[in-house]
């Protein structure tokens, strides 16, 4: 069986909106507009692939809560309604350690797609 990555810390930071995940001595913050817009429920991933949904307007988006589900994920609520779509151990460790790559990602998908983010 392939190691799970469980991080040994969380911490929900509401004013700077963002999640903060410790796996032993490293650190990773990441914002809730970054873990919005990477949201593993079906209405961001789809149901197959192809079907991913662009998201917009997510740049001020703040998280509410966090709950943990069973002894694999944590389920993520956010001020804007959104809140299904579990994220496991495995999948907070992929948007961790692959921060970079993936925010580059989406800029580049919103700006193919003519969207400009709003900036604070």
């Known amino acids: 069986m392939a190691e799970q990555h469980i991080p040994t810390e969380i911490t929900l930071h509401k004013q700077s909106k963002s999640l903060g995940l410790a796996y032993g001595e490293k650190q990773y913050k990441l914002s809730a507009e970054y873990l919005r817009v990477y949201s ?6 789809g149901h197959g692939p192809g079907q991913e949904v662009l998201q917009t307007q997510k740049e001020n988006v703040g998280i509410s809560q966090i709950e943990p589900v069973g002894h694999y994920a944590i389920k993520i609520y956010y001020d804007d309604g959104h809140d299904s779509g579990l ?9 961790a350690t692959n921060q970079d790559n993936l925010w580059q990602d989406y800029l580049n998908r ?4 003519g969207y400009q983010r ?3």
């Open 110 to 113: 919103l700006q193919q797609a």
């Open 118 to 120: 709003q900036t604070q």
């Open 87 to 95: 994220y496991s151990w495995d999948y907070l460790y992929d948007l």
């Open 40 to 45: 593993p429920s079906a209405e961001v991933r």
